[in-house]
């Protein structure tokens, strides 16, 4: 009964605490006063906000539980961003109440963007802290880490200050050479705990290992990608052992490609194997034999050898099967043979798009595919690409050639490649709102290429690229084209 009775008696003391507890807290709304910002774009929503010289976070944040929440009287709001002139207000709080200002961000005209640019990215916790370059607020922490993330300063002697009210403030001083790549990791602390060690690096030759890095890792995975299908082709001792003899009537023929249809009256599909023996011409009709190996996915088979045993004549005697010349042919064999017609050609043109990282950008462009050049299996694949991004324009000509890890005639359904060469870039930055593009702001880089990637039959086309030397041109694209 007793122990019954405490329980009682302590649910009851914890009931009333809450509530006296809730009484309070709204109390003590009602003597504060609310006020809320609101900004229309991204701009003003990632803007530093400042009360009587206090920060407390970016204008888009400030919600929730986070809201402002001022006592009663006359209070001074600032909001600060990077290339615009500060916004401020003066307000009355009064208790209990809740004020609205739309804060609107104008351009400051005495803010000129450098022409060349040094990268500083940060990883630093919490990530609402307040960035400042040389003591002007330039964005909180959020902004600049993270894939494809950074902030864009001009080359020089830099300092770099990261606050946030309740930690510890990091402060450090560096000299930044022109596309110089800069990396800040550290935690901040809370006052009065003590402040680990940063970590700093310089990316001038860093970051080219790891693109070097990347790159062999993209080749590497390539060729684990492609050893089953290089794996699949036999050596000529297998392939001999593998073929069989095929007699039928010529169907369809091609530059690359020959149909037949058999005795038991099927249609075959063949290409041709390098260096096979055939004839020079042949007709619609005529009887051959052909040696080939065995059948890939699509029912494709590389012929050696072609004999022709019976040729039409022309003139409605001769012993050749006439009715070859007018028996339809499968879909699915008009299909493939069309295909690979098409893979064969010796000049193509194609369209391309994607999306670019670090910086991120949008790409689309144009490209042209020659060859085979030198060796059956290399192209030569020129592309122009166009990309724009929030802050960065480019333009770039790729001379780029490519290895196909199987010959156009004898490759299955999607056939992996790699490809490297030159790039010639002209890029922009600035951070203006509008775009106004003049081609007398964009700077040149030269930079190389490496790149892996998979195309069907069909012509479409899915590719990895890395930019190696490139300066602030994207590190790695994701590419989606089609060959026509």
């Known amino acids: 009964m007793t122990r019954r009775f405490c329980g009682q008696l302590f649910a009851y003391l914890a009931c009333t605490a809450i509530f006296f507890a809730s009484l309070s807290i709204a109390q003590s709304n009602q003597v504060l006063g609310e006020i809320e910002l609101i900004g229309a774009t991204k701009i003003e929503k990632t803007s530093g906000v400042w009360i009587d010289n206090q920060y407390l976070g970016y204008l888009k944040e400030l919600k929730g539980s986070k809201k ?4 009663p009287g006359e209070h001074e709001i600032a909001v600060r961003q990077d290339g615009y002139q500060e916004f401020t207000d003066r307000i009355m709080v009064r208790p209990g109440e809740k ?4 804060v609107r961000m104008v351009k400051d005209p005495r803010f000129k963007m450098p022409s060349v640019f040094s990268e500083i990215k940060l990883s630093v916790a919490p990530d609402r802290a307040a960035v400042f370059v040389d003591g002007l607020y330039v964005g909180h922490v959020g902004e600049f880490g993270g894939l494809a993330k950074s902030s864009l300063v001009a080359p020089g002697h830099r300092k770099i200050t990261i606050s946030l009210p309740g930690y510890q403030s990091f402060n450090t001083e560096v000299d930044l050479a022109p596309n110089q790549k800069f990396q800040i990791k550290t935690d901040l602390i809370k006052e009065g705990a003590i402040q680990p060690v940063p970590t700093i690096s310089s990316d001038g030759k860093t970051m080219r290992t790891r693109e070097m890095i990347f790159a062999c890792s993209v080749l590497l995975v390539s060729t684990f990608i492609v050893l089953p299908a290089k794996g699949q082709q036999d050596t000529s001792s297998t392939r001999a052992a593998n073929e ?17 249809r058999t005795e038991d009256n099927q249609f075959q599909l063949f290409t041709y194997t390098r260096g096979a023996v055939r004839p020079k011409s042949l007709a619609q009709g005529a009887r051959v034999r052909v040696i080939a190996g065995p059948a890939d996915e699509n029912g494709t088979r590389a012929a050696s050898n072609v004999t022709v045993l019976a040729a039409e004549s022309g003139a409605g005697a001769g012993t050749g099967d006439k009715g070859a010349r007018a028996a339809p042919v499968p879909e699915k064999v008009r299909d493939v043979e069309s295909d690979i017609k098409r893979e064969s050609r010796r000049w193509r043109m194609g369209v391309r ?13 144009i490209q042209s595919q020659m060859g085979p050049i030198l060796h059956p299996r290399v192209l030569f694949r020129p592309n122009a690409e166009f990309a724009f991004g929030e802050v960065t324009d480019l333009i770039a000509l790729n001379l780029e050639a490519v290895y196909r890890f199987s010959d156009a005639s004898r490759r299955g359904n999607w056939t992996p490649y790699i490809g490297a060469g030159p790039a010639l870039i002209f890029i922009h930055q600035s951070f203006q709102s509008g775009r106004q593009i003049d081609f007398g702001n964009f700077d040149y880089e030269t930079g190389f290429n490496v790149l892996a990637g998979m195309q069907s039959r069909r012509g479409t ?24």
Do not use: C, M, W
């Open 68 to 71: 402002i929440l001022l006592l």
């Open 99 to 102: 004020q609205t200002i739309t």
């Open 244 to 260: 069989n003899s095929v007699t039928g009537s010529v169907v369809s023929v091609s530059r690359d490609t020959l149909v037949i």
């Open 353 to 365: 798009a994607g999306a670019a990282f670090d910086p991120e950008l949008f790409t689309f462009g």
């Open 461 to 484: 086309f899915i590719e990895l690229k890395t930019s190696l030397y490139s300066g602030p041109a994207p590190k790695l694209r994701l590419i989606f084209g089609y060959n026509f």
